[in-house]
């Protein structure tokens, strides 16, 4: 199981390739659904992470 940190930065990357490469998104300016299950992957990441950071103190 990836630690929340891998998780975060695998899932921004994918997030990032994709709006770089993505006709709609990146030429059209407008976000496809791949993007948004990208994005939403991407911000649940980066709520565990915070989740983690805070149980840790």
């Given at each position: 199981?990836?630690?929340?940190e891998?998780?975060?930065?695998?899932?921004?990357?994918?997030?990032?390739?994709?709006?770089?490469?993505?006709?709609?998104c990146?030429?059209?300016?407008?976000?496809?659904?791949v993007?948004?299950?990208?994005?939403?992957?991407?911000?649940?990441?980066?709520?565990?992470q915070?989740?983690?950071?805070s149980?840790?103190?």
């Amino acid at each position: 199981m990836p630690t929340p940190e891998d998780a975060l930065q695998e899932s921004r990357a994918a997030y990032e390739e994709h709006a770089r490469t993505c006709r709609q998104c990146h030429f059209d300016m407008s976000p496809c659904a791949v993007s948004k299950l990208l994005l939403r992957a991407y911000n649940n990441a980066r709520r565990a992470q915070a989740r983690a950071d805070s149980a840790v103190r």
